[in-house]
């Protein structure tokens, strides 16, 4: 079992920024293949980006050059950095862990208001 931890949601205005991170309580935190997606109102959940266990990242259209994924295998952490926020990233995030099965996180609110 994974339990995942996310924080650092909040409000924001256009075109600033939020670093996302959540936290990972496993053994073997290398293992898994970490992806952050997102879901906003009366949408399906959509892929924002996903970090592999030893691989690059991948990022959806609408979020490359403006956020970066990354992980802290040390910490069992892994983050997301949103820069340049667009009223469109508004919803809520889940952080996933993927090894055999795919383990989520509650979610964490992310408003940009315009």
């Known amino acids: 079992q994974v339990q995942l931890v996310e924080s650092g949601g909040g409000l924001v205005q256009t075109g600033g920024s939020l670093r996302l991170s959540c936290a990972a309580s496993?053994?073997?935190?290398?293992?898994?293949?970490m992806g952050w997606y997102r879901q906003a109102p009366g949408k399906q959940r959509e892929l924002v980006a996903i970090i592999p266990r030893g691989g690059l990242a991948n990022y959806a259209d609408s979020v490359k050059g403006r956020f970066t994924i990354s992980r802290d295998n040390a910490k069992n952490t892994v983050y997301l950095q949103m820069s340049t926020l667009k009223p469109e990233d508004t919803a809520v995030y889940y952080c996933s862990a993927r090894l055999l099965f795919t383990y989520w996180g509650q979610g964490t609110r992310v408003t940009v208001s315009s």
């Open positions: 496993t053994t073997g935190f290398s293992d898994y293949d």
